[in-house]
């Protein structure tokens, strides 16, 4: 039994060892800005599972950054990919970001923002990157959406997504597709992907996935906004007392291999 514990955990090791060399070096390796006070996510139900991303992050942001301002949105549609998205048109005054909703519940209409959003995080579907019909289309909206973004006054940022639980073997060109596109385009990209590779090496008790195992379970979820956090705002999540009702060794181990991956994937 001691020596299949001590097997399992050295596999571990190089499994994660594994995923972090295997990709490219990102030309981009932090925001390029003061961190962002907006922050849109553009994508689909990868984001807004478990009452979305956002429901994280922000919990997170005002934790570990007392005082600073973060207003989000997510512009999200089931199943959609990059082309399936009109991004100029999120852009239009008096329309996204209007109005937003504080602590008691209370309609607060925002001042014109300009840019309408600091930061803006683009997420393709989750096979289309590396689909022989769709990775085309990929290059082609990750060029158009980013220029678009860039004309807008916004940062974009692109999230790398993960592989299916039961197809492992996606994790690598997901990575490479997105860290491609980023090093193309002269964005940031999150690796939220070659995190859950990483959580599932080191702990693969940890449930990252719903039961169709593709979306994310709300501890995928926390580990989405954990590596966001620490990738957007270049600040540790670690230690951080919000865990999104896991328990709190869970909630650290996610937040570990969230800050972790960001700095071995920044620092190829």
């Not at 937003?100 to 209370?106: K, L, Y």
Request: with cysteine; proline share 7%.
């Amino acid at each position: 039994m001691k020596v299949s514990k001590l097997f399992l955990i050295a596999a571990s090791f190089v499994f994660a060892h594994h995923y972090a060399l295997a990709q490219q070096k990102p030309s981009v390796q932090s925001y390029p800005k003061d961190s962002p006070k907006s922050v849109a996510f553009i994508g689909n139900s990868f984001f807004y599972f478990n009452n979305g991303i956002i429901s994280n992050l922000g919990p997170m942001v005002a934790e570990g950054m007392k005082g600073a301002p973060l207003r989000q949105s997510m512009i999200t549609i089931s199943g959609s990919g990059f082309d399936w998205h009109d991004v100029d048109s999120y852009f239009r005054p008096n329309a996204i970001g209007k109005y937003s909703f504080n602590a008691q519940n209370d309609v607060v209409i925002n001042p014109p923002q300009k840019p309408l959003f600091d930061a803006t995080v683009l997420m393709d579907c989750s096979q289309c990157p590396i689909h022989p019909q769709m990775k085309s289309v990929f290059t082609e909206y990750a060029k158009k959406h980013s220029d678009t973004v860039k004309a807008r006054g916004s940062v974009p940022v692109f999230f790398m997504s993960w592989a299916y639980k039961d197809k492992p073997d996606m994790t690598i060109p997901l990575a490479d597709a997105y860290t491609t596109a980023g090093n193309e385009n002269g964005v940031l990209v999150i690796p939220a992907g070659l995190a859950f590779a990483k959580s599932i090496a080191l702990k693969p008790e940890v449930e990252l996935y719903a039961p169709d195992k593709r979306h994310p379970s709300v501890a995928g979820t926390y580990l989405s906004a954990a590596t966001t956090y620490a990738t957007l705002f270049n600040q540790s999540p670690v230690g951080l007392k919000y865990s999104a009702g896991l328990s709190p060794e869970v909630a650290l181990h996610l937040q570990q291999v969230a800050n972790d991956t960001v700095k071995e994937y920044q620092k190829r």
